[in-house]
């Protein structure tokens, strides 16, 4: 599920190559290498290490969690509550507070 959210994600969001995404994201210098690094996430035959991931989302525009669901429903929630303007994005959490366990609210009292 990563590999499918990486690849789809850059090819929706930006259109770019595996090797443009992986030099927008710093994985290597060399744009074979970038290819070849991008190539074996997206198809599932490695995974990045967890600073490698959150290169490739920061490179993406998207939050690390995003790449991370294997739901799509909370995928789709993740990024939308990551594209809102903030305010927006405080209005819905005061919404689903009820909804929160005590102390998880990251809306400050």
Not at 47 to 64: F, M, R, S, Y
């Amino acid at each position: 599920m990563l590999g499918q959210r990486i690849r789809t994600a850059r090819q929706t969001l930006l259109g770019v190559s595996q090797a443009q995404l992986g030099l927008d994201a710093g994985i290597t210098k060399d744009y074979k290498s970038a290819s070849v690094r991008m190539n074996r996430y997206e198809s599932g035959k490695a995974n990045p290490d967890p600073e490698t991931l959150e290169k490739i989302a920061k490179a993406l525009g998207v939050p690390t969690a995003y790449l991370l669901t294997t739901d799509d429903e909370m995928a789709a929630l993740i990024l939308a509550f990551h594209r809102m303007p903030a305010g927006k994005r405080e209005a819905l959490l005061k919404q689903l507070l009820p909804y929160l366990p005590d102390g998880l609210s990251p809306l400050k009292d």
